[in-house]
């Protein structure tokens, strides 16, 4: 891929061609998607596409790198202490993720269509994986230093909620079209969040917090 512009009009071409990629995916899909349909996306010529990006591939890797910065940066919780109050932290990042992935459904989706098939991806989707584990890992040491699990039981069962997270994500929102009874994000949310505090923070793990957070 070539390396990123550095002056603010070739950052900003390069941003027009993501979202021209992004659009021309919706509509097409990814195996469909050609160079020239994105460069008359997004008005440009393809030889200025080429210029930017070598192929697909570079653009999908673009698109999914950008996504994943805000994916990360939209599920942490800036207004609830997680020390103070886990369950709301947790709602609240669940909530920053499940709404993110909702509108971009349509690239994650892809994303892990091409994991299976494609090492370049499959390890781009393993690192995104592994830094969300990792962000919720310290957490835990900072201010709950584990609930009495060791760091092993920690970990396993924090691998197991945040695959849990994503691939309900892909069920109920990738896959829309097969899911005839889609819930909102709302209900997503809370599903899920309960599930995680309750792996976490109910000791007999039968007991979960009942607890509704205002939208």
Request: charged letters at 30%; a neutral charge; proline letters at 2%.
């Amino acid at each position: 891929m070539p390396d990123e512009p550095i002056t603010p009009k070739g950052r900003k071409t390069r941003t027009r061609l993501i979202e021209s990629a992004r659009k021309v995916m919706a509509k097409d899909g990814y195996s469909q998607m050609r160079m020239a349909d994105v460069a008359s996306e997004a008005g440009l010529s393809l030889g200025a596409l080429y210029r930017y990006f070598d192929n697909k591939e570079d653009l999908l890797a673009a698109l999914v790198g950008e996504l994943h910065e805000d994916l990360y940066r939209l599920s942490v919780s800036r207004d609830v202490d997680f020390g103070k109050d886990p369950y709301g932290a947790l709602y609240a990042s669940n909530l920053g993720y499940l709404t993110h992935y909702y509108e971009n459904r349509d690239v994650l989706r892809v994303l892990m269509e091409v994991v299976t098939v494609d090492i370049r991806f499959r390890d781009f989707w393993w690192n995104m994986r592994q830094r969300h584990v990792r962000r919720f890992m310290n957490a835990m040491r900072r201010h709950h230093d584990g609930e009495g699990m060791t760091d092993k039981d920690a970990l396993r069962r924090c691998e197991a909620v945040v695959s849990m997270v994503e691939m309900s994500a892909y069920a109920w929102f990738a896959q829309d079209k097969l899911n005839a009874q889609m819930p909102t994000i709302e209900e997503a949310t809370d599903v899920v969040t309960k599930i995680w505090y309750q792996s976490f923070f109910s000791t007999d793990g039968a007991e979960t917090r009942n607890r509704k957070v205002a939208s």
